[in-house]
């Protein structure tokens, strides 16, 4: 069973920088793994906000491209985002994801095999 754990979240006033990271364990081929970060404000549906494929190609959501970086660790098993310049809307619950699809990588959310539990972010103005 493949494990996710987020941490990295917290509160930071606007234009400040948050790092949020994702630990995978239970799967023997992490590198293999397309991943994603996704965030839910309160009373919305859960969105994407960038993915990464074993290739290191990253894709984002055209509203945060700019300030918002993707990154994987293979030899750690490790999922990043960081977080810059960042906008009291950007307040969510962040949740990483991880697809076993070899084809496809993206932030749809549907294709997505597991999840971490969330970390929240909470930017003020």
């Known amino acids: 069973q493949v494990h996710l754990v987020e941490s990295g979240g917290g509160s930071v006033q606007g234009g400040g920088s948050l790092r949020l990271s994702c630990a995978v364990s239970?799967?023997?081929?992490?590198?293999?793994?397309?991943m994603a970060w996704f965030r839910q404000a309160p009373g919305k549906e859960r969105e994407g906000v960038a993915s990464?494929?074993?290739?290191?190609?990253?894709n984002y959501v055209d509203s945060l491209k700019g300030r918002f970086t993707i990154s994987r660790d293979n030899t750690k098993s490790t999922l990043y985002l960081q977080m810059n310049e960042l906008k009291p809307e950007d307040t969510a619950t962040y949740y990483c994801?991880?697809?076993?699809?070899?084809?496809?990588?993206?932030?749809?959310?549907?294709?997505?095999?597991?999840w971490g539990q969330g970390t929240q972010v909470t930017v003020s103005s």
């Open positions: 239970g799967h023997t081929y992490y590198n293999t793994l397309c």
């Open positions: 990464i494929d074993r290739h290191e190609t990253a």
């Open positions: 994801a991880a697809s076993s699809r070899i084809f496809w990588c993206g932030t749809v959310r549907d294709r997505y095999d597991f």
